[in-house]
């Protein structure tokens, strides 16, 4: 019975031990003082000791026998108590999970168990039934065992299972929650599939705000390229629908997966480095497809690569240094060409140049404060300026880049994958 728990059942079963296996002699030599308070009869006690007697000894026949002899003789609910005891060792000796359901119902009815020992035995006994697929008795029987007090760190994960089995996706993640912050407060890890468990059932419920917290905490403690790549593809898709993410924040989306090796096939490659090229960056469009040809996501029998990064680089030679840019940003009368001149230099790969111009571009105005900071914070976080790239983040406030922008502060803070 290994998911019925031995140690807490161990004090149940003591309970009679001493008035079963008082000796006869001993309890005539008692006779004349004071009478005992509990009065066993004598032919319930033989069979009673003898069942036990052989459950230890492991045979299991004559325990039974035994057993449903102490049953017939049995007149008292104290005699009961001590039957339903021996039926709980019989039972766990035998692995009977119907013995010791019955046992455990039993024990629950009798006048005679101790109240303390009432929320072990209601808690054990919805697990028998959760066991059992009784959804219904399991959730009235751990209920019950909370009322009474009982503790156990698998109690709200348990329910959590019930709830969110039953489909009350918001009663069974703030069970798991609570089952996750047990977890933390003991300073033990929590399981990876817990976060997948919330972020599956909070996602099909169409929870969009609760899932993306569920990732973020997922990726705290398990920041693998697998746990980013379905938080930002996740993230990705539901944006596409609300038809808000647009070219520019899509873009910014596959530079986050780039970076915490996300990418996976060659159609994200190849999505990835048309639109670098779509949005006037060759350098990102040349680096993504030597980078996923590198992977081996991008086979040499992918020949339409070849026309794209010829294109691109074709690009890189009509545009020359982008150093020629520097000095018309500054002049401009607003901001527009720095942004464009800073996102030029963080597809070279120039990140501390790419920071001072997002900087530049922002102190002109005339640009989209939201996209500025975003790539702001990147360039920033690349230089490893962490703290003003996380300032950055945080200026972004509109939908769906507020929400990337945190994905992107939240890289800050996790170890990194290869990407």
């Known amino acids: 019975m290994g998911f019925v728990s031995k140690s807490a059942l161990a004090a ?48 299991i026949a004559t325990a039974k026998a035994r057993l449903a002899e102490a049953d017939a003789a049995a007149t008292s609910d104290v005699e009961k108590f001590y039957a339903a005891n021996l039926r709980l060792q019989v039972a766990q000796a035998s692995k009977d999970n119907a013995l010791l359901a019955t046992a455990l119902d039993q024990m629950i009815a009798n006048p005679n168990t101790p109240a303390e020992q009432q ?23 751990f209920t019950r065992a909370k009322q009474l007090g009982y503790n156990d760190p698998e109690y709200d994960l348990r329910m959590a299972s019930l709830e969110l089995d039953g489909g009350n996706v918001d009663q069974g993640v703030a069970a798991l929650d609570k089952a996750v912050q047990a977890k933390v407060a003991a300073g033990q890890p929590v399981p990876n599939d817990w976060y997948n468990l919330a972020i ?65 096939d060659q159609a994200e490659f190849g999505e990835y480095a048309q639109l670098a090229q779509d949005l006037g960056l060759p350098y990102e469009t040349v680096a993504v497809i030597d980078q996923g040809r590198a992977a081996g996501k991008i086979p040499a029998s992918a020949t339409q690569y070849n026309a794209l990064k010829t294109e691109a680089q074709a690009g890189i030679r009509a545009e020359g240094s982008l150093s020629s840019l520097d000095a018309k940003s500054r002049s401009a009368a607003n901001g527009k060409l720095a942004a464009g001149t800073a996102n030029a230099y963080l597809a070279n790969g120039d990140a501390t140049k790419a920071a001072e111009f997002f900087q530049l571009a922002l102190q002109k105005g005339g ?24 300032a950055a983040f945080a200026k972004v406030t509109t939908a769906p880049r507020n929400e990337l922008a945190s994905f992107w502060s939240l890289w800050l803070d996790t170890p990194k994958t290869a990407g």
């Open 119 to 141: 929320g072990t035995l209601n808690y054990n006994r919805g697990i028998l039934a959760l066991n059992a697929k009784d959804k219904a008795a399991a959730r009235q029987y």
């Open 12 to 59: 149940v079963l003591a309970l009679g031990a001493a008035a079963l296996t008082a000796a006869p002699a001993e309890a005539q030599k008692k006779k004349k003082e004071e009478a005992p308070k509990v009065q066993i009869n004598e032919a319930f006690r033989t069979a009673a000791v003898a069942g036990e007697t052989a459950a230890k000894a492991g045979d």
């Open 200 to 264: 599956s059932k909070l996602y099909n419920a169409n929870k969009p705000a609760e899932t993306a917290a569920w990732m973020r905490r997922q990726l705290k403690d398990y920041p693998t390229a697998t746990n980013w790549r379905k938080a930002l593809v996740l993230f990705r898709d539901r944006a596409d629908q609300g038809r808000a993410l647009g070219g520019s924040a899509r873009l910014d989306t596959f530079r986050l997966m780039r970076e915490t090796g996300a990418l996976t």
């Open 367 to 390: 640009v989209d404060q939201d996209e500025v900071n975003t790539r702001l914070g990147i360039a920033l976080a690349k230089s490893g300026r962490a703290a003003e790239a996380k």
